[in-house]
């Protein structure tokens, strides 16, 4: 895993990149915010898709709601990276759709994408 720091109309971000998954459940996401804010003091993360266990994008199985809860309780502002058209489940993509009409958790095609929305 490296962290990047990027700085954008005046705020950090941290830019996580893993060849491997790093949140499979609620405690490593709060492992992974702890980690980056130590070593960067930023509160808004940019994280590929894959760096997610792929249960979290099966929303029967509770996991992307307990660990976006997490993140939303802790304040601490998520951009997730992938192409999410190749899930078919209607209630991911409303779930994308209203998460990106938010403030705190982004479901976003590229970094670009992710500095934008968490830098404003």
Known sequence: MTIRTIQHNAVTLA?????????????????????????????????DSNAFDARFFDL?????????????????????IGDFSIYSSKSLQDCIRESNQGRDIFFVRDEREAIAKLSR
């Open 60 to 80: 029967k199985t509770r996991l992307a709601g307990d660990i976006l809860q997490k993140f939303v309780t802790y304040q601490v502002k998520l951009a997730i």
């Open 15 to 47: 830019r996580v990149e893993s060849e491997t998954v790093l949140i499979t459940d609620t405690e490593s996401a709060l492992d992974l915010m702890a980690t980056v804010q130590y070593q960067t003091q930023s509160r808004c993360l940019i994280v």
